[in-house]
């Protein structure tokens, strides 16, 4: 099992950026290689949904919902991903997960956004 922190997660005004982070603290960093890394979100009472992915060697792919206000970008040295959200929305108010996937799926315990207006 793969432990997974996110952080930066909060409140912000309808338009505006978060920018949230995931770290994989005991992860050996030849390891955090092989996974594709992710960001999902889940609203309460619905599913969890594909926001963002980041291969190892940078190739991304973003729910048409995001795409051009959002950027998922990954640091293999540190072991870390990152999601820059902009032009945020208040239908975008959910938990966000940090996802990582090779030949299991692991989860972090999600980050609370709140858009406001």
């Known amino acids: 099992q793969v432990q997974l922190e996110e952080s930066g997660g909060g409140l912000v005004q309808s338009g505006g950026s978060l920018r949230l982070s995931c770290r994989a603290p005991?992860?050996?960093?030849?390891?955090?290689?092989?996974?594709?890394m992710g960001w999902y979100r889940q609203v309460p009472g619905g599913q969890r949904d594909l926001v963002a992915t980041?291969?190892?060697?940078?190739?991304?792919n973003y729910d048409d919902s995001v795409k051009g206000r959002f950027s998922i970008s990954r640091d293999n040295s540190r072991k870390m991903v990152y999601l820059q959200m902009n032009s945020l929305t208040h239908e975008e108010t959910a938990v966000y997960y940090c996802?990582?996937?090779?030949?299991?799926?692991?989860w972090g315990q999600g980050t609370q956004v709140t858009v406001q207006g």
């Open positions: 980041i291969t190892a060697r940078g190739a991304t």
């Open positions: 996802n990582a996937r090779s030949t299991d799926n692991n």
């Open positions: 005991r992860m050996i960093t030849s390891t955090f290689w092989t996974y594709v």
